[in-house]
């Protein structure tokens, strides 16, 4: 299994931007699927955006999409998501997940193994 560590959280105004890292560790972190959850209080948790293993493929909630970009070194065994524009509705724990997940798996409803603790990011308004 892999360990997963979440930072960059913090608060930031409307508009702003943040940067979230999840550090990953293993020898075979290039073959796990890599995904962003969030769960604002009160709400289930939503599926932000997701990275291949493979390829680098990328997806993204279409709440997102066109504002954060997640990326991923696998030299660094860490993975990251860059947010801009950052809008109130941002606000939530964000969770770093990650699987060897299945060719063609729909890596939004995939039901991931390995999760971190979690970063806090508040958006203000």
């Known amino acids: 299994q892999v360990q997963l560590i979440e930072s960059g959280g913090g608060l930031v105004q409307a508009g702003g931007s943040l940067s979230l890292s999840c550090a990953a560790s293993?020898?075979?972190?290039?073959?796990?699927?890599m995904a962003w959850f969030r769960q604002a209080p009160g709400k289930e948790r939503e599926f932000v955006a997701a990275?291949?293993?493979?390829?680098?493929?990328?997806y993204y909630t279409s709440s997102v999409k066109g504002r954060f970009t997640i990326s991923r070194d696998n030299t660094r065994n860490t993975v990251y998501l860059q947010m801009n524009s950052l809008k109130p509705e941002d606000t939530a724990v964000y969770y770093c997940?990650?699987?060897?997940?299945?060719?063609?798996?729909?890596?939004?409803?995939?039901?991931?193994?390995?999760w971190g603790q979690g970063t806090q990011v508040t958006v203000s308004s």
């Open positions: 293993g020898r075979t972190f290039g073959l796990y699927a």
């Open positions: 990275i291949t293993g493979s390829f680098g493929k990328t």
């Open positions: 997940a990650a699987d060897i997940a299945p060719f063609r798996a729909d890596l939004s409803s995939y039901e991931y193994k390995n």
